[in-house]
């Protein structure tokens, strides 16, 4: 399975960012996609996921904020980010599990100035 982020960038406290990764390889039986970021000196952490059946699942401190959403048909996985805060900073992962097996694309970078 090949991930492939797309949609990162610099934007300013408040404003907004729609991220995108699109699977290709074997994607047949993908089921949980979702969202990490890692900030400098961070561990990688959960932004968000979501199930082949919709059923989502957010970090406490993006609720509210970003919202995870898939195409199936597309095999591709968004998250819009709103209400962006210089926090949100850090390089975003798109994730994808596949019979028991995790994975990674290679990383988009949100920088959020203040």
């Known amino acids: 399975v090949q991930l492939v982020e797309s949609g990162g960038g610099l934007v300013q406290a408040g404003g907004s960012l729609r991220l995108s990764c699109v699977a290709s390889?074997?994607?047949?039986?993908?089921?949980?996609m979702g969202w990490y970021r890692q900030a400098p000196g961070n561990q990688r952490e959960l932004v968000a996921t979501?199930?082949?059946?919709?059923?989502?699942n957010y970090a406490d401190s993006v609720k509210g904020r970003f919202t995870i959403s898939r195409d199936n048909a597309e095999n591709t996985v968004f998250l819009q980010m709103n209400s962006l805060k210089p926090e949100d900073t850090a390089v975003y992962y798109c994730?994808?599990?596949?019979?028991?097996?995790?994975?990674w694309g290679q990383g988009t970078q949100v920088t959020v100035s203040s």
């Open positions: 979501i199930s082949t059946g919709s059923s989502t």
């Open positions: 994730a994808a599990r596949r019979l028991g097996l995790d994975y």
């Open positions: 390889g074997s994607i047949f039986s993908i089921n949980t």
